[in-house]
Structure formats: C-alpha cells, structure tokens
C-alpha cells in the first residue's frame, strides 16, 4: 500500500460527516454530559489537527490524558540528563522532543549552547552508531517513552552487547500504559467515562491489557487509531458503550492492533527491561508502572554507571500541567498559558512535546 | 591549481589567493575580464525604484538531492527579488570556504552557481572570498546580495492582502526542507523526495502580465513554510486568512515522511514556491498563468482572505473541522513516538 493510501482513505470527508450524524443520533437522549479521555499525545494532536471537538455535539466532552512522554518524565530525570550532558567526555543522544524541557535550572537545549554534545537520533540504534564512531566518549541514550519505543530501546541494547560497546548506555525513564489509567478512574475528582486507548502503545500491549480497567472501573475503552476517521469510529463506539451501560474492550484499531498485541516485541522488552514503580509528573508515584534496566543488563543503566550530582528538583509555582496531564483542568484555565509559558519558552512539559496538550492548544486552538 | 583541498593560504589575498579568483572562481562564476576587474562593479543606470536584497546561506549538507547551496544561494536572491515584484539586475557573491574543503566540492557549487544566475537571467558582478580554520566554519557559507528594477506602477507587499482575496500556491510544498532533513539524518524512506529549489522571476512576470494590480502580495514561504509565511502576511495587513486542507498540494513522500516523523509539511521549507494574494476576480487568470509555467504545473488555489481582523490564519480540515495556524516556535524536532 503506498503512504498517500495509508492516510486518505481514512481522511473521506463524507465519511466523517455520516459518522458524525451517527455520534449525534447516539447521544441525542442523552441528558448528561460524558466525558471521554484520549490518553494518548498523539490522538491529542490528532483531535486538533482535525478540528474534531468543536465537530462533536455538546453532550460530548473530550479531554487529554497522561499519554504524553515527554509530559509525564519527572524533573528531576532531566536534571539528570542535564548532569550528564556537563559531564566531560559525554555526547547526549536523544529524540528531539527532549531537548526543549525545563529543568529545575537549565535544559539540555541551554547546555548544547554551552558546548555539550546533544545530538537529535531518529532511532536508538542511531545512537549505537555514534558509539561505535567514538571510543574515547560515553554515549548515553534518553531513554523515554511508553511501550511503543522501549523494545527499540532493548533492541539497541541487545545490539550494543552484541557489538561489545562498553561506551553506551541508556538513562531510563520508561513508562507503561494501563496503570495510569487505573489510577485515573480511582481519583474522586475526576469523572472518566470512557478512554480512547493508545494505538502505538495498543499495538505492543494488545487490545486485551485493557480488560483489568472494564472489569475492575467499569470504564469502557476504545483502542483507536490515529486518523480523523478513527477517531471519529472510537468517539461513536465509546458514545454507544456508555448510552447503553456497557463497559467492555472494543477495537476500533484492528487493521494494526492485535487482542495480544506484539509478542516477539515484548519479549525482547523483557529481555533487558523489568518492572518497578514509577513517578509521573502530576499524578506521583504509581507501582508497576514502570520499566527499569534489569540487573543483568546493569552495564548499560546510565543511571549506575554514571554517578552525578544532581540538583534538588524545583517545580515552577502555578504551572498546571499536573492538572492538565489528569485532565482536571484545560490549558487555558493555567495561569501561565500563553502568558509566561509559550513554546518559545515554555515552563511545563505540556507546552514542550509537540504532543502535549498546551502545545497543542496553543497551536491550533486559537480560533 | 596545484591543490585538490582549499588552504588557508587561499585566502591570505597573495599569490594562492589571485590563483583561487583567476583559475577557478571569476572563470566560472562571470567570466569577467582582468582588466575589468576592479573593487565595485559599475552597473549601468536604472530607471525608476530598486529593490535590493541581502540572504546568507549555510545549508548542511550543501550538496542534497535537487540541488546544491550554489544554486539554492542565487535562486533565493533572484526569487526575494521577484518577491518585491522586482526584475533582477546583479548579484554579490561572498564566498566563506573552510580550509580542507575539495576544490572539485567548489568547482561544482561555482557552476551551480552560474547555471542558475544564466537561467535567472542575472548576473554575478562582484564578489569576495574569506578562507576560515578547519573546524571554524562548515565547508561552505555564502552571502549574496541582489539588485533590482521595479517596473513602474507595480505595488507588492506583505501588507497589501485584502478581504475576498485567493491564496494560490505554485505546487506542492514541503519538498525543499524535507530533502535537506532526509539527506542530513540519511533517512532512506524519503529517496523521492528532491529539492524544489528554481527561480521564479519568471514566473512572477507571467502573473504580473495576466493581474496587473490585481495582484496584491508575493512571498516566497521558505524557512517557517507556508504556515508561517501567511501568518506574516496575515499580521501585516491585518486579516484573517482560511486555508482549505484538501487543497494545499502535498507530494506523496513529503505526505509520507511528515506522518512517520510527526511533522507539519506546511512548515516545512520550501525553495521554488511563492504565495500570490490576488483579488476575487483576477484568481482564475492568475492560476491559468501560473499553471502555464514550468513552475507552476500544479498551481492549486489553496484558501482566501476571509475577514479584516487581527492576523490569524485559519484552517478548514479535510473531516470539516476548524483549526488555527500559528508561526512556527523553534525548530520543528521529531516526535518520539
């Protein structure tokens, strides 16, 4: 299938609009307001770019979740990163959304400017290659995201060992998708009434790591992929469950997304990774819900290998993304939106990621 | 030249020096005679107003596919020239080498260079050349400036866009800064994708001819793309502008490549293309004219000045949502998942 293919047919206009009228027929008797959450950065990119909200009827009220990466990765881990970066003989290597988040005191932006060596990979064998090219140096690979990029992360790892590079290692801050929306639908103050699941995430996890949250919150959950129609099918396919009661797994994303996702994918995940808690910027600390470098792989942990000072994290006073990344509250109700934090400059992660919420509504939500 | 890399004494302005301008740089870039040769060119005189412009260019890498930073340095001056509605007249070349570089690495640039001045129908008349420390630049940076004529009555500018007026666009966009990325990163998935770099004077003289004063402003959306081409145009004249989605043209592999890295092709930079605001009535001449053109085969009418306001720019997407169009912050930087 060719690349134009894979993205306009699921961009049929006429479609949309039967869609829609189908969304609108399925709420119509609906006296409450439901209150559906994308979890993932990319469907929140996704809804803006589209202009879905203002599409759906007002009964419908889509909100952005933790899904983010960048958003979610804890200060004091790019304090680290920044640590690392000032360390001699050290080259950074790192997706390109990592190098705009504050820190407590710097970024690793402002570090480059001052003569780190950061280079932007696409990939982290990328990042195995420039290893492989400089002997004399340490290159250490950010090491954030959900379970979409952690098994390229093992896989570089296992290539690393295979190479016998002693000069790579990975600063981890690996995150796992269901446990923050279980802790999501504990918390009193907010009402989720259904989440739009993860499609890149979905498609290593499989449709059936969703099932704890129906049985045990009876929320239902929608995996969904990233296309305005399939976003327009999950918004309907959640709208049904919730006008009938239901809760149960459905998946809107089957042409991609498995019951039991990527198995050879997470094998070699658990190969070099093992679980352990985790904390998610704005919502804490969360058991389980994250991915550590397993003792047997401890040569490529950053973190063991490389001791640095660190500074006492600082969190800027009044900046919401804790809320906003629980959905609580929306870019516009945070004091610094638009004001002192800009992409430009931004203060929280949200306007740092090009798929966090702020960044996103300041993008495309001025109109 | 008994050197194959540039040295430092290339550019020391002795012997090595005079042997870098005579044997290699005058002969290809203009041909201009030794006794000719003096410390400013003498231009013959211009009726009317000039336009004169000023660009530095330090693409890495400076040979991409579609093009080379010798090419892509005169087509830019010539198209910021045409932009103003100007007719091109000379062009400075100021040459920056690091030492190490090949001569050959040159030699190609110099008649990129030439080729594209020849095909702009401009000349390069002066020039200057500096030799930096290997480490101290990066192979090659060049400044050019341009000179040129205004013919009389013509009045482009960024803040001259009015309600009703159609946004045309000469073809696909993002095609400029993608093959640069590509090339730069070595992403095999974008093989296709070659560099839009042309100039466009020509072009811009065809529009004249079939609009007149219809046509209101020109402007090349290069660094910052489409999107933050038209929020400059938008903020200068005090509008707002509505893009529709399904009409801005996209090739299949910039449409690709930006899906995989999570880029906006509309700010992508692009290097042959120009935005033409013109009125309501004189937008089908416009497009004709255009699409008659080698540089403007797939000219597409992509949006319109919808209101006087504050300087936003709208966008129509292809389900029929609504959303907005800012400038570009920073970098665009690749997604991590």
Known sequence: MKSQDLTTAYRDPAVARALLRQIETTVRNYRRQMTLMEVCGTHTMAIYQHGIRALLPEQIRLISGPGCPVCVTPVDYVDRAVALARRPGTIITTFGDMVRVPGSSSSLLREQAA???????????????????????????????????????????????????????????????????????SDPELQVDGYLCPAHV??????????????????????????????????????????????????????????????????????????????????????????????????????LKLPVEVEEPVEHKGCLCGEILKGKVRPGDCPLFRKICTPEDPVGACMVSSEGTCAAEYKYGNI | MNSALILLGHGSGGKLSHQLLDDIIIPALSGIAPEEQNDAAVLPAIDGELAFTTDT????PIFFPGGNIGDLAINGTVNDLAMAGAVPVAISVGLILEEGLPVADL???????????????????????????????????????????????????????????KVLINGPVGDHGMAVMASREGLELTAD?????????????????????????????????VATTLREIAGQSGVDITLEEQAIPLSEGVRGACAILGLDPLFVANEG????????EAAEDALAAMRRHPAGRQ???????????????????????????????????????
């Open chain 2, 57 to 60: 260019y330090v693409v890495d």
């Open chain 1, 115 to 185: 003569g780190a060596d950061i280079r932007i990979v696409y990939s982290p064998l990328d990042a195995i290659a420039i290893a492989a090219c400089n002997p004399g140096k340490e290159v250490v690979f950010l090491g954030v995201g959900f379970e979409t990029t952690t098994p390229t992360v093992a896989g570089a790892v296992l290539a690393a060992e295979k190479q016998g590079l002693t000069n790579f290692s990975v600063l981890g801050s690996h995150k796992t998708m269901p446990a923050p929306m279980m802790a999501l639908t």
């Open chain 2, 273 to 280: 293309k120009l935005l033409a605001l013109v009125a309501p």
């Open chain 2, 193 to 225: 994708i070659r560099s839009d770099s042309t100039a466009l004077n020509g072009l811009v003289e065809d529009l004249f001819t079939a609009c007149g004063d219809k046509l209101h402003v020109l402007r090349d959306p290069t660094r910052g793309g």
């Open chain 2, 107 to 165: 030699q190609q640039v110099l008649a990129s260079m030439r080729q594209a001045a020849d095909t702009a129908g401009v000349r390069i008349v002066t020039g200057d050349t500096k030799v930096v420390p290997r480490g101290k630049g990066d192979k090659i940076f060049i400044n050019t400036a341009g000179i040129g004529r205004i013919p009389a009555g013509r009045k482009i500018s960024g803040s001259a866009a009015r309600p009703d007026d």
């Open chain 1, 202 to 303: 979905s498609a290593i996890i499989g449709a059936d790591a969703y099932r704890p949250i129906v049985e045990a919150c009876r929320v239902p959950c929608v995996v969904t992929g990233f296309e305005p129609l399939d976003v327009l099918r999950g918004v309907l396919m959640l709208a049904r469950q919730v006008v009938e009661g239901r809760a149960e797994v459905e998946n809107e994303y089957s042409r991609v997304v498995r019951p039991d996702g990527n198995p050879k994918a997470r094998q070699i995940l658990e190969t070099v990774f093992e679980p352990c808690d985790a904390r998610w910027r704005g919502i804490g600390v969360i058991p389980g819900s994250g991915l550590r470098i397993r003792n047997s792989h401890a040569a490529f942990n950053a973190e």
């Open chain 2, 299 to 337: 000219a597409t009418i992509i949006g319109e000045v919808t209101a006087a306001s504050n300087g936003r720019v709208l966008m129509r997407t292809g389900i029929g949502g609504l959303r907005a169009i800012e400038m570009l912050s920073g970098e665009q930087l690749p997604r991590i998942c």
